[in-house]
């Protein structure tokens, strides 16, 4: 399917530059998407499981990072999955263990098995 789109798409341009049927289009009025922040990383726990799984996945290493923020306490979560069978816990709970996070977010609990907590003064 996506062969024959893309043919065609070439082809397209072929006919048209043979047409000499082009538009130029001037190109100094450029545009650019903004810098990404620290402050893009942060966790909502109000977001599905399936949201905040996507989310660390995509800022984990060797980008800064997706974190939440508790009081004074910045948790960097690098990596961790959705469980499938979990105690009932409410929104926003998060447990710690020695070597795991458990945190309740809107539709399910995610076990995060690989973090960083940094103490912000």
């Not at 082009?22 to 009025?29: I, R, T």
């Amino acid at each position: 399917m996506y062969r024959q789109i893309i043919y065609q798409t070439v082809y397209d341009a072929i006919i048209r530059i043979e047409k000499d049927d082009l538009e130029l289009k001037k190109q100094d009025k450029g545009s650019y998407f903004g810098k990404r922040t620290p402050k893009d990383g942060e966790i909502c726990l109000d977001w599905s499981g399936e949201k905040i799984i996507r989310y660390i996945k995509a800022l984990s290493h060797p980008y800064p990072g997706a974190f939440l923020r508790i009081n004074d306490l910045k948790i960097i979560l690098w990596r961790g999955f959705i469980e499938k069978k979990s105690k009932q816990m409410d929104l926003g709970v998060i447990e710690k263990k020695q070597d795991y996070i458990k945190i309740k977010c809107m539709d399910s609990v995610i076990k995060i098995d690989e973090f960083e907590i940094i103490k912000e003064s």
